[in-house]
């Protein structure tokens, strides 16, 4: 990390704490902070990605059936008169 605040933080947040409950929290923070580094970057791109391709299905399916209630999917009368439509 190259933030020094983010640095400050992370130390403040691993100095000692009095309580049973509380001698586990460094190695553990120490745990999540390495999966972070090592998958954060690619799970947030995958679901930016997600969200991004739901977008824009979501507006071709909108924009599809736009068309579909204006009648761009049917043909012209004088087409459809000779074709037996």
């Known amino acids: 990390m190259r933030r020094p605040w983010m640095k400050r933080l992370q130390r403040r947040w691993l100095r000692p704490v009095e309580g049973k409950p509380y001698k586990r929290f460094p190695e553990s923070f120490v745990r999540q902070n390495r999966f972070a580094r090592r998958f954060g970057l690619t799970l947030l791109t995958l679901t930016i990605n997600l969200f991004l391709a739901s977008v824009i299905i979501t507006g071709f399916y909108y924009f599809a059936m736009f068309m579909w ?13 000779h074709s037996g439509l």
């Open 69 to 81: 209630d204006g009648g761009y999917f049917t043909p012209p009368q004088r087409i459809a008169a």
